[in-house]
């Protein structure tokens, strides 16, 4: 997060501009494949936001109530691509008039609501799970550490997911947002903020969650190993429908969930207009340009689940290959360089967990990610390789692997072109 504050107040670019401003020509192609990923989690997670906006208006209209099968409801809902596709459009167009406002205008204002409406969410979330019966147990399961679990590479390939989704990190979002701040700005202080208040959220929301499904669920652990899609919008739905003001939870429940998902999309259609600018276009035709392909190309995911799914995979699993192009691109310029001209100015931190975290990813990121392929390619024997149909293998290292190497291939082959365009800073 560090090197992409550097990044965006020094070239006061996007991600391509960036790297072609930071790293040389040469590198615009890394820049571009980081700014792929993103916009491959853009185009589905707009349909993610969609499914909260759809399951707050059922909390809203009392839907959750004793009895309902909430699995049924789901299902319906999941199979329903016009629905989902409407309700899609509906993200797009929000984050598009937030996005259409500027940084100051939109964004600055959006995220002063969204993101203390959050916390206090989670807070009244949190302290009513805790006077729930049973919650005991949750706690139990929440705070204890299983030793087992430290030896499956699929633990340490989720925890770094976890931690791009969640804190944004290697997305290009930190960098974006750093195009606009002022020169004297701490970008350690503002990184270090950034995640202490997303460990915090999501800290909470664990407290939130994991006491709730422990107190009410028949089967706990079914539920919390279904994932976060049969966790949020069935096993919590059902129990929203059954325990004592669960109408009321229900509603902050997916209230946070949409402000919080919300939150991440406008910053990730900001990423892409960014780019745009850089390129020539004004603010208006760069929301409009993101904001359609957006929505053209979210379509699919819209309408077919198992295609949403795939894209997940590929590209929620590619933010880590984006952090590595980031710690590569600062090994490149010089983590030391970084520091002493970009750094050290504007804060009184220490530079060391920042120099061993940037030199040592490469070295962790190839063995957990080795790791974990050896072993996911003993779950599709004989046709681990394979993408092609998605519907078969949604899930192969294959499709993952193809999917990044034609995004690299066409992006190494655009570098040229793209650092041609790539001419308008932002004047601060």
Same mark, same amino acid.
């Given at each position: 997060?560090? &090197?992409?504050?550097? $990044? ?20 615009? $192609? ?38 309902? @099968? ?5 299902? +319906? ?15 797009? +167009? ?9 940084? &100051?205008?939109?964004?600055?204002? /959006? ?33 204890? /550490?299983? +030793? ?37 700005? @701490?970008?350690?202080? *503002?990184?270090?903020? *950034? ?23 028949? @089967? ?13 919008? #069935? ?20 209230? +946070? ?11 990730? #259609? ?15 035709? &760069? ?34 290959? &984006? ?40 070295? $962790? ?54 650092? @041609? ?8």
């Amino acid at each position: 997060m560090a &090197a992409e504050g550097v $990044w965006g107040k020094v070239s006061r670019m996007g991600i391509i501009g960036s790297f072609k401003h930071m790293c040389g020509r040469g590198w615009t $192609w890394a820049g571009a494949l980081m700014a792929v990923i993103v916009l491959g989690i853009v185009f589905y997670y707009g349909v993610v936001v969609g499914w909260c906006m759809r399951y707050l208006a059922y909390a809203v209209m009392g839907v959750f109530r004793p009895g309902l @099968d909430t699995e049924a409801l789901w299902k +319906a809902f999941a199979a329903n691509g016009m629905q989902q596709s409407l309700l899609f459009a509906l993200v797009v +167009a929000i984050c598009m008039f937030i996005t259409s406002k500027g940084v &100051a205008g939109g964004l600055e204002k /959006a995220c002063k609501v969204m993101v203390p409406g959050i916390f206090i969410l989670l807070v009244f979330l949190a302290i009513r799970a805790a006077f729930l019966p049973g919650a005991v147990k949750g706690y139990e399961f929440y705070f204890t /550490a299983r +030793a087992s679990d430290f030896l499956n590479p699929k633990t340490y390939l989720e925890a770094f997911t976890q931690v791009a989704w969640s804190t944004g990190a290697g997305w290009g979002l930190f960098l974006t947002y750093f195009v606009y701040v002022k020169k004297s700005e @701490d970008i350690m202080l *503002t990184a270090t903020t *950034t995640c202490f208040a997303d460990t915090s959220a999501g800290f909470l929301a664990g407290m939130c969650v994991i006491p709730t499904i422990f107190a009410y669920s028949p @089967d706990p652990m079914a539920a919390v190993k279904s994932g976060n899609t049969g966790l949020a919008f #069935i096993h919590m739905t059902k129990l929203f429908s059954e325990i004592p003001g669960g109408a009321i939870m229900a509603i902050a429940f997916f209230l +946070a969930l949409v402000l919080a998902a919300l939150s991440s999309e406008i910053a990730m #259609i900001e990423m892409g207009a960014r780019i745009l600018e850089d390129a020539g276009w004004d603010r208006k035709k &760069a929301t409009w340009g993101i904001g359609i392909t957006t929505l053209l190309l979210g379509l699919p995911s819209a309408m077919n689940m198992t295609f949403l799914d795939n894209q997940d995979w590929v590209w929620g699993i590619g933010l880590l290959l &984006a952090g590595l192009l980031m710690g590569l691109g600062a090994m490149k310029i010089g983590v030391r360089k970084i520091w002493d001209e970009h750094i050290e100015p504007y804060t009184q931190m220490k530079h060391y967990w920042m120099f061993a975290a940037i030199r040592f990813f490469p070295v $962790w990121f190839a063995i957990i990610f080795g790791w974990w392929t050896w072993q996911a390619i003993t779950w599709y024997p004989g046709e681990w390789y394979k993408w092609l149909p998605i519907s078969k293998y949604t899930f192969t290292v294959g499709t993952m692997y193809w999917q990044w190497a034609i995004a690299a291939v066409v992006c190494i082959l655009l570098n040229n072109w793209l650092a @041609d365009r790539m001419t308008h800073r932002l004047e601060v």
